[in-house]
Structure formats: structure tokens, C-alpha cells
């Protein structure tokens, strides 16, 4: 199995322009986690589906974060306009919710500075 | 929500020595995971113990549940087991809540 992929691995933006940042969860995983990752906060916990479904996202710091996943196998999210403050590793992370041993896989994430 | 806790924050050790890390939880969980994240910042699965022990290798990691919780053994320690460590605990069905981590380095 490839492991949870994200894409791109490096992005540098400047204030202000959009940016999408892409996760492709591992086949067969229903569950897929956002998080960030910064020195100040540790890993923060942004949204997460269920089968495809948003079930919590009260973690998204503002509405210029959005994410969608459109299929099982496929998630984006999305920051509009972004700003300096949200320079950080972003994570995408799958597992299979019900299975007796759910472990959570992380992608190698997106590491974001916005100039 | 749950509280998770992780001591010591620091730590460093020559190479060979043996440690303890440690990640305490405030309510009773039914999964708990560990996770090195090494110097490159990638995230890796170490141990799925939500109870008792497991090993793998030089690692190994025991959860007691009653008490609310759980030790990572790290034994023979190697440069490449540097990084940080973190502890991740579900409560019901939410998401893992992450602690913060012990940052370990291991000199030669």
C-alpha cells in the first residue's frame, strides 16, 4: 500500500493568494483527519470525515479554511486568502473507524509558508 | 475533553541508554496510540495499546487503563530514534486527541 499521500510537499504562497492542499487517504480507510502542526500549538485537529461526510469541523481556525472530500478516495483543503499566521505543516491522516485496531497513518504533509 | 499529558517534555540520552516515556490521560479511553515523529517530520505509527503490552523490536509499550496510563520503553537507544514522541488517546468515537509530545535525542 502507498500510505496516505498528500500533495504538494512544499508550497510557498504569498499573502493573500488561495491555496489547495490534496489527500489521497490509504483504499479502504473511511475515517480522514486534517490537522496542523506548529511549534506554538503542537498538532491541532482542523475537521474530519466519516465516510465521506464532514462530522466535525470546529477545529477550521476561520472561515477562509474550507475542505471537502468529494469521494472516498480523495480530500482537499483549501485557504482563502491565506495569510502569514497560517504558515505550518498540514496533515492528512486516514483510518478505518470500526475495525479492531484503528490505527491513524499520517501522510508526510504539506509544509506551507505564506510570505 | 480528555487531557493528555506527557513527561518529561526533554529528553536526552547517549547512545545505548534506556528510557521511559510516559503519557498520563484524565478519563478512560479505548484506544491509545503512539507516534514518532522523526527530525524530517514525518508522522509514524509505533504502537496501537489501548491495554497491556506489546514490543516490537527495541520499543515497547504497556497501557494500564485503570489507571489512566501509559509507558513507552525505549531500550538500546540509537541516534535514529531521535525525534519527538507523542502519546494519542479516543474517547468514545472522537477523533485521537494528541499530547505534546517528549522530544528525545540520542547522542552518540
Known amino acids: 500500500d502507498a500510505g496516505v499521500i498528500q500533495s504538494p510537499r512544499h508550497e510557498v504562497t504569498e499573502m493573500g493568494q488561495e491555496v489547495t492542499l490534496r489527500c489521497k487517504p490509504i483504499s479502504g480507510h473511511n475515517s480522514l483527519f486534517w490537522y496542523r502542526q506548529t511549534m506554538m500549538r503542537g498538532l491541532e485537529l482542523l475537521i474530519y470525515f466519516n465516510n465521506n461526510v464532514p462530522i466535525d469541523d470546529s477545529g477550521m481556525p476561520e472561515d477562509r479554511f474550507s475542505a471537502k472530500m468529494p469521494n472516498a478516495s480523495f480530500s482537499t483543503l483549501k485557504i482563502q486568502p491565506s495569510e502569514p499566521r497560517d504558515s505550518a505543516v498540514y496533515f492528512c491522516?486516514?483510518?478505518?473507524?470500526?475495525?479492531?485496531?484503528?490505527?491513524?497513518?499520517f501522510g508526510s504533509g504539506t509544509q506551507l509558508s505564506v510570505l | 475533553g480528555i487531557q493528555v499529558e506527557q513527561s518529561p517534555p526533554d529528553l536526552i540520552l547517549q547512545e545505548g541508554a534506556n528510557s521511559t516515556l510516559r503519557c498520563n490521560f484524565s478519563?478512560?479511553?479505548?484506544?491509545l496510540q503512539w507516534f514518532h515523529q522523526n527530525p524530517w517530520g514525518q508522522l509514524i505509527n509505533l504502537f496501537y495499546i489501548p491495554s497491556g503490552t506489546k514490543q516490537n523490536g527495541r520499543l515497547s509499550a504497556t497501557t494500564v487503563a485503570t489507571e489512566r496510563y501509559s509507558l513507552l520503553y525505549i531500550s538500546s537507544s540509537q541516534t535514529t530514534d531521535s525525534g519527538v514522541y507523542f502519546c494519542?488517546?479516543?474517547?468514545?468515537?472522537?477523533?485521537?486527541?494528541f499530547g505534546k509530545g517528549t522530544r528525545l535525542s540520542v547522542i552518540a
Open positions: 494519542a488517546v479516543v474517547r468514545g468515537n472522537t477523533p485521537l486527541v
Open positions: 491522516a486516514s483510518r478505518r473507524q470500526g475495525a479492531a485496531n484503528e490505527k491513524l497513518f
Open positions: 478519563d478512560s479511553v479505548n484506544n
